[in-house]
């Protein structure tokens, strides 16, 4: 008599994000432990204990990998900042991290979709 033996193969599903070098060793220094983007189809599905791995756009051969830990959102970045801890996002005050989001996602883009934070815990 033969036997089967049926198994799940469960595969985590992991999200890639490029990050300009000045970016990648801030998360590499722990320095930065929070990325905010824009939420679409493919930031949707991130949920809490998701992977990421991110990788250097400057050398693609360096990647690190963490572990979504909190996620927050609003309807833009500027009620965002007021939700999370800004100096976890490298940079040091309220007023310069809305200029860097304003140079990365234009208000209008804001004003489309929900805007997201990750915060994540890197896995070594």
């Known amino acids: 008599m033969l036997s089967c033996i049926n198994s799940i193969l469960f595969i985590e599903k992991s999200y890639k994000f490029k990050l300009k070098d000045k970016f990648y060793d ?29 990788i250097n756009d400057d050398n693609k051969k360096y990647k690190i990998q963490a572990e979504v830990i ?15 801890d800004y100096k976890k996002t ?4 309220k007023a310069d991290l809305q200029a860097t989001l304003a140079d990365f996602f234009p208000l209008k883009k804001q004003n489309k979709q929900t805007v997201l934070s990750l915060e994540f815990k890197k896995i070594v």
């Open 90 to 93: 490298s940079v040091y005050s």
């Open 70 to 84: 909190d996620i927050a959102q609003a309807k833009n970045f500027a009620s965002l900042v007021d939700k999370i």
């Open 26 to 54: 801030k998360v590499i220094n722990e320095e930065k432990t929070i990325l905010m983007l824009l939420k679409n189809r493919k930031t949707r599905a991130i949920n809490i204990g998701a992977k990421i791995i991110f």
